[in-house]
């Protein structure tokens, strides 16, 4: 399954959150093939390396760096020509869902309390989800 991973999975799996760290394990275990573009991949990069944020981690800086770097390796990069806008409550998050739908996505996943909708899934985002089966709250419900 093609998805898009929201910075905050990566961050909750670095925190020691189980079904974040499930959902980056079915990355790294090609079970889903996440996407990246230039807007996502800048916001991996600099929240990972917020060292106030990760005071209480389970990783060290090097260990975040390499986990984002396997992270990275495993993503396909994709391009986004148009600025499609969804208009979301939260407007820094438009990005992930123009990276949906330029990549073809059938789910977005995210830790936040909002609803995102892509061509495949309506997820109300309280937490991540895997292929389906969701983990902390998190309602996802095919719409096709």
Same mark, same amino acid.
């Given at each position: 399954m093609v998805i898009v $991973?929201?910075?905050? $999975? =990566?961050? %909750?799996?670095c925190m020691g959150s189980i079904a974040a760290?499930?959902?980056v394990g079915s990355c790294l275990a090609e079970r889903? /093939?996440?996407l990246v573009g230039a807007s996502l991949f800048a916001e991996y990069s600099d929240v990972m390396n917020r060292d106030k944020l990760f005071r209480d981690s389970h =990783?060290? /800086?090097?260990?975040?760096d390499e986990l984002l770097d396997i992270f990275l390796a495993c993503c396909e990069w994709t391009e986004i020509y148009y600025g499609w806008r969804p208009n979301l409550r939260d407007e820094n998050d438009n990005h992930l869902i123009e =990276? $949906? $739908?330029?990549?073809?996505?059938q789910c977005q %996943?995210? %830790?936040q309390w909002r609803t995102h909708v892509s061509g495949h899934c309506r997820i109300d985002a309280r937490g991540v989800f895997d292929e389906g089966v969701t983990y902390d709250r998190a309602d996802v419900t095919n719409i096709r």
């Open positions: $991973v929201d910075t905050n $999975v =990566l961050v %909750g799996a760290a499930e959902v889903h /093939k996440p =990783l060290d /800086k090097a260990e975040r =990276l $949906v $739908v330029a990549g073809g996505a %996943g995210s %830790g």
